[in-house]
């Protein structure tokens, strides 16, 4: 899969191709339905299958730091999409530009003269351009113009509810992690590379593998029984704490740690994945770290207790 970072560095697609564009935040069974639609019109036109996402989310640029929890980082999207049959991953940089643009000259400019699409699916809310005048009609009309037809992506449903990044959001926050997998199609996780922290977990005699999450707003609070991957093919149980650290620390910068059942290797710089199983409780402040300490050995033996059960 190639990777196109930004307008600027897009090459015009002479034979052109088919194009689906949105957040795909989560890449979840839903979005991988409609870049199913897409392969399979791809592959009778013989073009290349091209998704457009955005950076920062659009949301996330009006609202700053009100935004919506975000699923994925844009690596991590980076990795799901890279094991889809996707050709060319198109990253916009929304900006302020970029959210001035005419609806009209978004389409003309470069979904017409730059990315030459032969087929667009998109939903039928989606809205674009300056004051989001640009919908799901102005499209239609444009395509029977311009030779390129527009399809809707539909809604796709698992265990009878619609599948979405806000459902998703609300099942995390809810703590109902079974509920988020059934509309992932995989546990929900965190992928990052292994940070030096402040080295506190050792001296209560639970060190951690600490991974900054970049973010104020998190899909996911508290601590959870976790697997981590990314180590040398080996999948290692352990506890996650995602939150601000308030017995500590305080403040605003969450950050996600990990304390690893039987494992002491050093694994600082490694870039790892997170899995979230089973929420075990919130994150609270504690008195003192000898209090903190004692509800650790409890989250420790009750997510034991979860992973024996699972085996």
Request: glycine share 10%.
């Amino acid at each position: 899969m190639r990777i196109i970072r930004g307008l600027s560095h897009l090459e015009p697609f002479e034979n052109g191709c088919v194009l689906t564009i949105g957040n795909f935040d989560g890449v979840h069974l839903g979005h991988k339905e409609v870049i199913k639609k897409l392969v399979v019109c791809g592959e009778a036109l013989g073009l290349p299958v091209v998704i457009m996402i955005f950076e920062p989310q659009p949301l996330e640029y009006f609202l700053k730091d009100n935004e919506p929890p975000r699923l994925m980082c844009l690596r991590e999207k980076v990795l799901q999409f890279s094991a889809l049959p996707v050709d060319d991953l198109l990253v916009v940089r929304f900006n302020r530009h970029f959210a001035n643009f005419d609806a009209g000259q978004f389409i003309d400019e470069i979904l017409i003269k730059k990315l030459n699409i032969k087929h667009l699916v998109i939903g039928d809310d989606f809205h674009f351009g300056k004051a989001r005048r640009g919908n799901f009609a102005l499209l239609k009309a444009k395509g029977k113009a311009h030779g390129f037809s527009v399809e809707d992506t539909g809604s796709y449903q698992s265990a009878g509810i619609r599948v979405s990044s806000t459902l998703i959001r609300d099942a995390l926050g809810a703590g109902n992690l079974e509920q988020a997998q059934h509309m992932l199609g995989r546990c929900f996780s965190v992928c990052g590379r292994v940070a030096h922290g402040d080295k506190r977990g050792r001296t209560i005699g639970y060190p951690t593998a600490n991974i900054k999450m970049f973010r104020k707003n998190t899909p996911v609070n508290g601590v959870f029984a976790v697997t981590m991957t990314g180590i040398d093919d080996l999948e290692i149980q352990g506890i996650a704490n995602v939150g601000i650290r308030p017995t500590f620390v305080g403040g605003s910068k969450v950050i996600l740690e990990t304390h690893l059942f039987d494992f002491n290797s050093e694994i600082y710089g490694r870039y790892v994945e997170v899995h979230f199983k089973q929420k075990i409780r919130d994150e609270i402040r504690f008195q003192s770290a000898e209090d903190l300490k004692a509800q650790i050995v409890q989250d420790v033996a009750e997510a034991r207790k979860f992973f024996a059960n699972v085996s």
